[in-house]
């Protein structure tokens, strides 16, 4: 078993934040998808950066410059090592998903589509995935289109192949769902779409806790994440795009970092993966998101696999249990992460009752409206795992769902 026994031990313990009582209650923390919490390896690496080598980065010839430089440069290396890019500078950092969705958007859409031409997503799709392509519809007057989802949370695949022709320029599609944690088959999907002659790109912000990604084997043109929700900080992501793409966008932001030269007649910009990093990029962050990737690399992606699905498999067994409880979305391709209603009660009446007994789980529509009006609903209970949640979180999770249950009677 992963999700008990000795190594799990081990890992629970590098989460300091896992031992706090809340209401008297021991944490139990189910809003990975949210956020996921930080190992205190991150901790110790943001730690020594601003104890010891704290300055700016790429412009400084003092110690401590080349020092910060040389730690940033190394994390981009091992992020790209980590989902299996090419060349490290294809690594861009940015601020998170929701950045390198609308940097791609602005960047490469604003650039190279035209009216008429079709942006193709799924109706499972997390707002960052919808809104910065309807910006760049109505900017170029292309047209967004939107693949079907079937009653468990799967996209139609024949749909989505009929949806794709002459006109679709580039498809956008999560690799997990947030909301309902339905894994899409990208590598099938990204396929299709270069079939068509459209550019893809993959929203991986809830893939990277769950799955090993590999950027080259998917084919993905452009392949976004967050550090936050894979046991990194806040503030810092990633856009992997392949090089080519990336030579023939423009910046998406001037100003410093980004240049080579600059008069006020001509500025020349800067070679990737500087071009599309203005200004004093998050360096702290950018380090402590390279510790995340040696946490995870250390926890063992074999390990986080199986975990996921020992607790998908133990906690969905266990959540039929409780009376009145319908899970929404059942994708037979699925991670640990549980979007259900209890009877006909308020997701938030749910969320709060479970809160009180130290338990936190996320209400609400997930940032994902256009799903959840698919299903006719407001919106759902939440419960999401990470690699370090266990069985005995699980077995609260559902003692706290039958409380619950008994006191809105
Ligand atoms: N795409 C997906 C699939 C997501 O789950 C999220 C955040 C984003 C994009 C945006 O990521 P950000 O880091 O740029 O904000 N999802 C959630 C969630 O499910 N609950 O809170 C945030």
């Known amino acids: 078993m992963h999700i008990e026994g000795s190594h799990m031990d081990r890992i629970r313990q590098d989460f300091p934040i896992l031992k706090q009582k809340v209401y008297g209650h021991e944490l139990v923390y189910l809003d990975n998808a949210a956020t996921s919490q930080k190992p205190r390896q991150l901790m110790a690496a943001i730690d020594d950066f601003y104890s010891r080598y704290n300055s700016n980065i790429h412009r400084g010839v003092h110690y401590l410059s080349r020092q910060a430089t040389e730690k940033y440069e190394e ?29 791609v958007a602005q960047a490469y859409g604003r650039k190279f589509l035209k009216r008429g031409d079709e942006i193709l997503i799924t109706a499972l799709e997390h707002h960052s995935n919808i809104v910065p392509w309807q910006m760049l519809a109505e900017q170029t007057g292309a047209v967004l289109k939107v693949a079907p989802v079937n009653s468990r949370g799967e996209v139609e695949l024949p749909a989505y192949r009929d ?19 339905s894994i899409n088959p990208v590598k099938e999907m990204v396929h299709l779409a270069h079939d068509a ?4 790109m993959i929203d991986g912000a809830q893939a990277l806790l769950h799955l090993p990604v590999d950027v080259q084997d998917i084919d993905a043109d452009f392949y976004a994440f967050s550090g936050h929700k894979m046991c990194g900080p806040t503030g810092i992501g990633v856009l992997y795009a392949k090089e080519k793409w990336l030579e023939a966008m423009d910046p998406y932001m001037g100003g410093g970092e980004m240049i080579s030269s600059v008069t006020f007649e001509k500025t020349r ?9 203005a200004g004093t990029p998050n ?13 995870l690399n250390k926890t063992g992606m074999d390990f986080i696999v199986q975990h996921d699905r020992e607790m998908l498999e133990y906690a969905g067994n266990r959540l039929k249990e409780v009376p009145g409880l319908r899970i929404i979305g059942q994708s037979k391709e699925k991670s640990a992460v549980f979007s259900f209603l209890l009877a006909d009660h308020h997701p938030f009446d749910v969320g709060v009752l479970l809160d009180q007994q130290g338990v936190a789980i996320r209400t609400g529509h997930h940032c994902c409206q256009p799903l959840m009006e698919l299903f006719c609903i407001e ?7 990470a690699f370090y949640n266990n069985r005995e979180d699980a077995d609260r999770l559902i003692a706290a769902l039958q409380r619950a249950a008994a006191i809105l009677g």
């Open 75 to 103: 994390a981009r290396a091992k992020v790209q090592h980590f989902i299996g890019a090419e060349h490290a500078h294809e690594i861009n950092f940015v601020r998170g998903t929701t950045e390198a969705v609308n940097l």
């Open 163 to 181: 949806m794709l022709g002459e006109k679709t320029a580039l498809v956008s599609l999560a690799h997990v769902s947030n909301a309902l944690g």
């Open 197 to 200: 002659g459209a550019l893809a």
């Open 269 to 277: 910009y800067a070679g990737l993966p500087y071009k599309f990093e």
């Open 283 to 295: 360096i702290a962050g950018g380090i402590a998101l390279g510790a995340a990737v040696d946490y």
């Open 379 to 385: 919106g759902t209970c939440r419960a999401s795992f």
